[in-house]
């Protein structure tokens, strides 16, 4: 029986390039696994940071190196952007494991789309739903999942008018206080996101937030305990046990997501059963309000003083590092990285079977 020719595209332009590679490093052991390898025939595919596309004999060093490819600066030719390799033409099945711009927004998503072969993961709309912020937290909204106050904010009202800055500032002091989050609305990883205590701090989060993206988001800060749950599935999809997160840096941030030895990860959570079904009930939710697919990873904060639960956020394409909750919560759930991987390829290939026939 022929073997199904998976294409993983990594790397991409977006900060999280080095965390791409490692992903896919994950995900090629996985599909080269004794119970993947006499199904899967994988062809790596590498994005540089310049937006150039490399053969699998070039993807497979970098896969081997670990490291991104150095080209030496950015591309003058921009036809090249559009110069697939040729084996991008015999791939029946993507596994994109881009993280960022360019990778969970629905631009990759819609290229892939465009060439009629399945894909791992969420379509066009629900991924550039997901990343957006504001957009998110807007279809979250019309789900009724509750979520902590917060302001959206326009890189011109921070930039443009001298007026206009100090009125926000009184603003957002006054509707969401301290400390409270200051966010650029695309990008992920905690890349760009501040947490401020004071006026001058917000004043230097909002133009450092600014640099980065043009709709901002300011959420009010509070004090609870990060719970994560993992989806998976299509229109019948499942929620994974939850996991805590605990670190000792102010927050959440890249340096801690990414650094062996920052955060602490207990799964399963030590929760009250009616919270952690609660927790799961509203990630199924999130998961359908954006039209999600294939996987999902859902963030919540558990205010234990009070019992409520707020929706964070949703990540429609969440890393598979070693240090990654999402294939932790299911190997907790019973579901091995390999056998995941497994059943992303089989979703994939489902809902593209379902979409063909509508």
Same mark, same amino acid.
């Given at each position: ?31 080269? *696994? ?23 004999? &070039? ?43 360019? *990778?969970?927004? *629905? ?16 379509? &066009?709309? *629900? ?207 019973? &579901? ?23």
């Amino acid at each position: 029986m022929a073997k199904l020719r998976v294409g993983l595209l990594f790397g991409g332009r977006s900060g999280e390039h080095e965390v791409s590679i490692i992903s896919a490093r994950a995900i090629a052991k996985a599909l080269a *696994g004794e119970s993947n390898a006499q199904k899967y025939e994988t062809l790596p595919f590498y994005i540089d940071k310049d937006g150039l596309w490399h053969s699998p004999a &070039v993807a497979q060093q970098v896969l081997d190196a670990g490291v991104p490819r150095n080209e030496g600066g950015e591309t003058g030719d921009r036809a090249k952007l559009w110069q697939f390799p040729a084996e991008a033409g015999t791939v029946e099945v993507w596994f994109p494991i881009l993280h960022g711009p360019n *990778g969970e927004d *629905g631009t990759i998503q819609g290229l892939l789309t465009l060439m009629q072969v399945p894909f791992v993961g969420t379509g &066009v709309m *629900g991924s550039a739903v997901g990343m957006d912020k504001l957009a998110m937290k807007t279809a979250f909204s019309r789900a009724d999942l509750p979520q902590v106050k917060y302001m959206a904010v326009t890189r011109s009202q921070v930039w443009s008018n001298p007026c206009v800055f100090p009125k926000l500032c009184d603003e957002i002091e006054q509707n969401l206080g301290y400390p409270c989050f200051v966010k650029p609305a695309n990008l992920g990883s905690s890349v760009g996101i501040s947490k401020v205590r004071s006026r001058s701090e917000l004043e230097a989060a909002l133009d450092s937030a600014a640099s980065y993206d043009r709709r901002l988001i300011v959420e009010a800060g509070v004090v609870a305990r990060e719970v994560e749950c993992a989806v998976l599935g299509n229109d019948n999809a499942k929620a994974s046990v939850v996991g805590e997160i605990t670190y000792e840096s102010d927050f959440y941030d890249y340096e801690t997501k990414y650094t062996d030895g920052k955060a602490s990860l207990f799964i399963p959570a030590e929760l009250p059963e009616s919270v952690a079904t609660q927790v799961q009930e509203m990630a199924i939710r999130a998961f359908e309000a954006v039209d999600g697919a294939g996987l999902s990873r859902v963030d919540f904060f558990y205010v234990e003083a009070t019992g409520e639960i707020f929706i964070n956020e949703i990540n429609t394409l969440p890393g598979f590092t070693a240090l990654s909750m999402y294939p932790q919560l299911w190997a907790k759930t019973g &579901v091995s990285f390999t056998e995941l991987v497994d059943r992303l390829i089989e979703l994939a290939i489902e809902r593209h079977t379902d979409k063909s026939k509508e």
